[in-house]
């Protein structure tokens, strides 16, 4: 079913032009109005996936209409229109929810590839709830962002697993989110009301986990001059979330396995042993495997631990995943900075989509952030999100990794699109961004390859710095 589309303006005359636009290149429906008042009553009966709105009305604001219109569909994409643009009324329409900010007199294709984004941006929303209502989320669930298949994946298995008690065992690469993904299998967990209990495993040193773990008695050492209650006993009902499990000491491993066999352990200088109720969760970004074979990891530890066992996916198996990503961090850092940022550009993101992300999700917040604070203007540009790295594209073979999942027509286009962009990326690298050489060595047109690097969104900052001509 096409998207539905809300357009409210006192011109008469701008909501014709704007309904128009729209009829002409897209198969969404438009409903328009010229009053707030009546645009806030129809908004209430009607379902609409978008809204479009002047930010000068008489008797209603746009940013007032904005709030009533937010208050009532808190998800819901709004566009803001103004002939009278400012940094301030450009920062408080952010603030207030906006999607984006567009200033009268606009293009017609600057008004459809914004409304084009902002559905799109709805329909991975709608995703995500829809996702979140089969998880069980509620408002307190911990965000996952994404609407990847290998993302989907993970949550599904997160849904079959957490309503049970058994010991999981989350895998990744740095930064891929394995703590959200425990904090989510606790929040769904039959265990929710009680305590989550973290337990970073390489921030303790080895000489006092024990007793952060199990707890002591007075008198066990120098130094304990009263008894203290460990982790383990805090977790008592709840769940005891064990993060980079493969840095603990053999020592403890040994110890740890007795409380996940028995469910027992003794404080340090204890002879009483005590019981715990605890749901476990592990995380590594070790190859255990590799460990046990070196002798750093005990295998039946591992076996204990490895009951359920899922990877989280890195940035190169969803990549997908990398706009609305960014679109969420940028919207984030924009309001705890109060900078105008509203938009990536499309040489942004296309930097982002080639990017190789050996910190995955962590490094991808890291540059929006920095993106946001070096930002002078609304829209994030390359330069701004690029300031400390060289944007270097990743490896072909794991950005189409996953097009086998697709249907022909689009798993087709996306290797078509991967071949392009690869071919020339590296064409332009061979011969050092001579364009007439790199087209000589293609057999192909000067001004044909011109039109594939711009069509393959190379005509970036990053390359007219490398390759200007």
């Known amino acids: ?110 008004i459809l590839l914004t409304i084009g984004k902002a559905m799109q941006w709805r329909a991975i929303v709608s995703e995500n ?6 998880l069980g989320q509620t408002d307190a669930a911990p965000p996952i962002i994404g609407a990847s298949r290998a993302l989907k994946s993970t949550l599904e298995m997160i849904r079959h697993v957490a309503p049970t008690t058994a010991t999981v065992l989350i895998t990744g690469e740095s930064g891929t989110g394995k703590e959200l993904a425990a904090r989510a299998v606790h929040q769904y967990s039959l265990r929710n009301d009680k305590p989550l209990i973290t337990v970073n495993c390489t921030a303790i040193s080895e000489n006092v986990i024990e007793s952060e773990l199990f707890g002591h008695v007075k008198g066990a050492f120098t130094g304990a001059w009263k008894d203290k209650k460990g982790l383990v006993e805090e977790a008592d009902g709840g769940t005891l979330f064990l ?45 255990l495997e ?10 039946d530890l591992f076996f204990r631990l490895n ?13 997908e995943d990398i706009p609305v990503l960014s679109e969420h961090f940028m919207k984030k850092y924009a309001l705890l900075y109060q900078k105008p940022a509203r938009r990536i550009s499309s040489e942004a993101l296309h930097a982002l989509a080639a990017y190789s992300f050996s910190g995955n999700v962590r490094e991808l917040e890291n540059m929006i952030e920095r993106g946001v604070i070096f930002s002078r203007s609304d829209t994030l540009e390359v330069v701004d999100i690029f300031t400390s790295v060289d944007p270097k594209p990743a490896e072909a073979p794991e950005v189409s990794c996953n097009f086998l999942d697709m249907p022909f027509r689009e798993a087709k286009e996306a290797v078509i699109k991967q071949f392009y962009r690869q071919y020339i990326m590296g064409l332009l690298e061979q011969h050092n961004g001579n364009i007439s050489r790199a087209a000589e060595k293609a057999e192909i047109q000067r001004q044909y390859l011109h039109r594939l690097i711009k069509e393959a969104g190379l005509e970036t900052e990053m390359f007219k710095r490398k390759y200007e001509n």
């Not at 709830?129 to 089969?134: K, P, Y």
């Open 243 to 287: 993060d980079e499990i493969g840095d603990l000491n053999i020592s403890m491993q040994t110890k740890l396995l007795r409380l996940l066999q028995e469910g027992e352990y003794k404080p340090v200088g204890s002879t009483r042993t005590r019981k715990a109720d605890i749901r476990f969760v592990a995380a590594t970004n070790h190859d």
């Open 1 to 110: 079913m096409a998207g539905r589309i809300l357009i409210v303006d006192d011109e008469k005359d701008m909501l014709l032009l704007i309904s128009r636009f729209i009829a002409e290149e897209t198969d969404y429906r438009v409903t328009t109005e010229n009053d707030p008042r009546k645009a806030l009553e129809i908004f209430e009966k009607t379902r609409f996936d978008l809204v479009i709105l002047d930010l000068k009305m008489p008797k209603m604001s746009g940013i007032e209409l904005l709030r009533q219109i937010k208050k009532i569909r808190p998800d819901i994409s709004v566009i803001i229109i103004t002939a009278y643009a400012t940094i301030e009324t450009a920062v408080q329409a952010i603030q207030e929810g906006a999607y984006d900010y567009i200033t009268k007199p606009f293009q017609r294709e600057r």
């Open 307 to 319: 009951v359920i066992y899922f990877q989280m996916p890195g940035l190169a198996r969803r990549r």
């Open 290 to 299: 590799a460990d046990i074979r070196n002798g750093t990891f005990r295998e």
């Open 129 to 134: 709830i829809a996702l979140r209502e089969v």
